[in-house]
């Protein structure tokens, strides 16, 4: 079976991947770019980690668009996509581990304010502040896929109530209303985009914080710096952005009342998704169903 | 029953914890140091936090000191303690769920870099650091108390394979050897004072970071800082200090190695922890053992 591997990684990230994914499925035969031009109709599979547009044009054998990573809305920004051929999602439960762990440490930090107790230590200002117990801290976690449903049990392990909220579900606003923190984890998708703008923040209780751990195109960022800018929301923990890498001098790397991260929040693991790659190989190989099929016209 | 209650404690604070206690001591009767001088002989019992030296002398009846705070170590150095009356240290389940916030949250952060993640915020650099998993960080907690079980169990829970560590148990050295972060929970005894030194931290590996929760006169200062500035030490996560709060100009202040917390891990919960000085009181009244007391000569 001839898959084609290609995408935004760099020579180390695709030695590491390419390790990775024939140990998992020894049975195929992997092309980059270039090799499966010289054979398209051959190529039946294609294991993608943001390739650029129209590299999937072409090869009339394509039967599997195996995505590495969990967010496919760039993928599918890609007009020149193949509109039959399945495309999956990555769902690594390392990765969701990975995201429960950024999610419990940003709501510590919350709760704790220990990213006030770091600023406190840059101006070199000792102070204590009255310490809340977890089950006084209500958090919602917005997206109920593998990863939201992770980062909810996990902090309901901590002791935090945790409401959960999807899109096709209950009102938004009387969830936000009794929220102290949000987590953004929906899929971006033309009906998710902007949905953190002023009437989102304006719903929140005054005090509360926001974690967005999705995309930056949920946020409209002048509507949250304009809520943290009147004191409404006390803080933002942001690992995503509209522009990747944050550009310099953009507000959020200055702003008192903003952390910053590196869309550092989750990486897909090697070690767990190649297996999670190859069982969709061996799926389809073997004509069995395939798993994390993307509905397109949802966007996820 | 006459009761005593005194010490470091502010007027907001001493009308919160004469709250507290009153409600959970109804038959108590609550006397400030003013009032006690008044009839010393009729005062049975002290519940102190941190009082000035001299405090409980020439209280002839006393039968019981219970100290608010979880730590002993400055309430032992009053020499003018009474020295057969049994004294109870605090243990609040409370602030032993606060130490194990703290102490995840501290760990989380050594463990995915967001100190590091922080640090470039401040110089607007976006950087992504490679992603281990819990389970690939090895934790070991000194100190098998409350609070050292409520932190190792807590942190086990999260993924992370933890050792403890108690002073009258093992070898030190070798559980250092095989440990990426070592968290303090000890009480200041004559023999933890200074643990935290050059041989210790020598024995930890290369990258190895340092969590200190339990009192400033467990760490030399100057060997800390001597492992942190030789690149042997990654990072250093420190609560408490020799002289709090921490003098100004400190080098820990500035040190970009070093997250300064304001002796913020854990608060006594004045909810929960009246309830426990109740139970002593009452214990006292019937006749019943006591619980949580301390062996002077142990330290703690």
């Known amino acids: 079976m001839k898959v084609l591997l290609c995408g935004e990684l760099d020579a180390a990230e695709w030695a590491t991947w390419r390790g ?75 990765m969701s581990e990975a995201m429960a762990e950024t999610a419990s440490w940003a709501v ?34 917005l997206g109920q896929g593998e990863m939201g449903r992770c980062v909810g049990s996990r902090l309901a392990a901590l002791g935090y109530p945790v409401q959960g909220w999807r899109r096709d579900g209950q009102a938004l606003a009387p969830r936000l209303a009794q929220a102290d923190i949000v987590i953004n984890l929906l899929p971006l ?4 985009r902007g949905l953190l703008a002023a009437p989102f923040f304006a ?14 195109a949920h946020v409209v960022d002048a ?24 550009a310099a001098g953009h507000p959020w790397w200055t702003h008192p009342l903003v952390t910053v991260l590196p869309h550092a929040a989750a990486q897909t693991d090697p070690r767990t998704a190649a297996a999670v790659a190859a ?19 949802r966007g996820y």
Chains 1, 2 share one sequence.
């Open 20 to 94: 990775a994914l024939s140990a998992a499925a020894p049975q195929a035969e992997w092309l980059d770019l270039r090799q499966a031009r010289q054979d398209p109709a051959a190529v039946q599979a294609a294991v993608v980690a943001n390739p650029a547009p129209g590299s999937l044009q072409g090869l009339p054998g394509l039967r599997l668009i195996q995505s590495l990573w969990a967010g496919v809305d760039r993928l599918l920004s890609d007009a020149t996509l193949p509109p039959q051929v399945p495309l999956a999602r990555m769902v690594d439960p390392a």
């Open 108 to 141: 510590l930090t919350l709760h704790r304010d220990f990213q006030v107790y770091a600023a406190q230590q840059r101006r070199g200002e000792w102070r204590v502040w009255p310490q809340r117990r977890a089950g006084e801290v209500r958090v919602l976690v």
């Open 189 to 192: 998708t033309p009906q998710t």
């Open 203 to 216: 719903a929140l209780p005054r005090g509360a914080a926001v974690i967005n751990l999705g995309r930056g």
């Open 223 to 246: 509507d949250l710096q304009a809520a943290l800018d009147s004191g409404h929301l006390r803080h933002a923990v942001l690992d995503v952005f509209h522009t990747e890498p944050l």
């Open 279 to 297: 069982a969709n190989l061996l799926a389809l190989q073997e004509g069995r169903p395939l798993a994390h099929l993307v509905a397109r016209s």
